[in-house]
């Protein structure tokens, strides 16, 4: 047991047999303050260590956040058992060895009831214990959970501005490279390729910054990225796009098409006699380019930026994944087109519905131990006012009973079958909308 837990048990020892002394023992002595004081103590430290012993036991086999009704059920079920253990063992010692009492009257008249009595508070500072636990434990986890899935998001978000930052300097070094060529070979098509590019630059430079794009944009800008192909290499390339209307409004990363598109030419020969097709096109929800193979040598080892690129994109905003095929005729890369628009790392804002989903959570169980703190005090108190005033009738099972039968409710509604069953009825709905 800590330092701290021994201090806290020492002054509430202090303050209780001080307190009965005062307050309780008629014959105020020194030997009667210090008997108060031990007696004090049996019940404090007994009462304490045996329900910290279970509390750490029962904490390390079963999580509070993870094994919440497991955790409350064998809570119940060990306090009750310990407690009434400790303390008719407490008063065992007190009333029997300690006062020289008949035995054959523990569990009757004065001392049974002082039984009960005792039996209902160390039930009531147990319940406090647990309660306390609880609510530390699952403040902590919802805390680190939150901390955890912010680092996540920030680490997502700065690697998706990483690679979207990489298609700036990426396209137009690629694109100066084609410049050059034309220089050389066709003055008039070198001007027409620059005014192109313009064009296309200020395309990427607007898009390059949004997660996603209606595929109409992409297609858009695909065929002015394919004329300014076609305006280099003429008859040597083909292109073909086959999209309909309807499948315009869904949505892809940006500048994917110009990636794939660039990949096919820089990946295969095209000459007059043997023209590279490409086609685009869309299938079973995916916008596939496809190109025949006519793989050339590779001179040096590709940077790996286009393809890559696309996948790790796509892998931090959906789990649908990117396919690519690739047999001796042909080479194709299907990517995803998404439904709707979706922002890049949502996960702050589902963790934040989380956090609340588990701080309801945690108000509810505090709304429930209050409940059941509330009924320990009140009924052992109502115990004692009806054996005091009128114990002929025993009127205090009417309140017991009614308001036992509320926390009982309580109970089925925070840890029963409720709030599944409310969660399946609800799921059953969405379901047969769908």
Not at 361 to 367: A, F, P, Q
Request: hydrophobic fraction near 45%; charge should be positive; glycine fraction near 4%.
């Amino acid at each position: 047991m800590q330092r701290k837990s021994l201090l806290t048990i020492g002054w509430i020892t202090f303050f209780i047999g001080t307190l009965i002394f005062v307050f309780f023992t008629p014959e105020k002595s020194l030997k009667n303050y210090f008997i108060n004081i031990f007696i004090s103590g049996l019940y404090t430290f007994t009462i304490a260590v045996g329900n910290g012993v279970v509390n750490n036991y029962l904490n390390q086999r079963y999580s509070w956040v993870e094994e919440t009704k497991k955790r409350t059920i064998f809570g119940i079920i060990s306090t009750l058992i310990v407690n009434v253990i400790l303390v008719l063992f407490c008063n065992y010692i007190n009333f029997i060895i300690f006062q020289k009492q008949d035995v054959a009257n523990f569990f009757s008249g004065e001392m049974g009831f002082s039984n009960w009595i005792t039996i209902n508070v160390a039930l009531l500072i147990s319940a406090f214990l647990h309660a306390k636990g609880f609510v530390e434990e699952w403040k902590s986890s919802t805390r680190q959970e939150v901390v955890q899935q912010k680092l996540i998001a920030k680490s997502a978000n700065a690697q998706f501005e990483s690679l979207k930052n990489q298609l700036d300097p990426h396209f137009l070094f690629n694109s100066l490279n084609v410049l050059s060529s034309l220089i050389d070979e066709n003055p008039e098509q070198a001007q027409r390729f620059t005014s192109s590019m313009s064009k296309i630059y200020r395309y990427v430079l607007e898009q390059k910054d949004k997660e996603l794009v209606t595929v109409e944009e992409e297609i858009e800008f695909a065929r002015i990225y394919c004329d300014l192909l076609k305006t280099r290499f003429e008859d040597s390339v083909s292109f073909d796009f086959n999209v309909n209307a309807a499948e315009l409004k869904f949505f892809v990363v940006p500048l994917s098409l110009q990636l794939l598109l660039e990949n096919c030419i820089k990946h295969n020969f095209a000459t007059s006699g043997k023209p590279l097709h490409i086609e685009i096109y869309v299938q079973d929800n995916h916008l596939i380019v496809e190109n025949n193979l006519q793989q050339r040598e590779q001179v040096k080892e590709s940077a790996g930026i286009g393809l890559s690129n696309i996948v790790q994109r796509y892998a931090l905003l959906t789990k649908q994944n990117v396919f690519i095929e690739k047999s001796p005729l042909f080479f194709k890369v299907k990517i995803p087109m998404l439904i709707q628009k979706i922002k890049t790392m949502n996960t702050i804002s589902d963790q934040a519905q989380s956090y609340a989903r588990a701080s309801k959570r945690v108000k509810d169980l505090k709304g429930f131990y209050s409940n059941l703190i509330a009924y320990c005090v009140v009924i052992p108190f109502l115990i004692f006012i009806n054996l005091r005033t009128a114990p002929e009738y025993y009127w205090f099972w009417w309140p017991a009973l009614g308001w036992g039968i509320g926390v009982g409710l309580n109970a089925l509604q925070v840890f029963g079958i409720s709030n599944n069953w409310e969660e399946k009825q609800i799921q059953k709905i969405l379901n047969k909308e769908k």
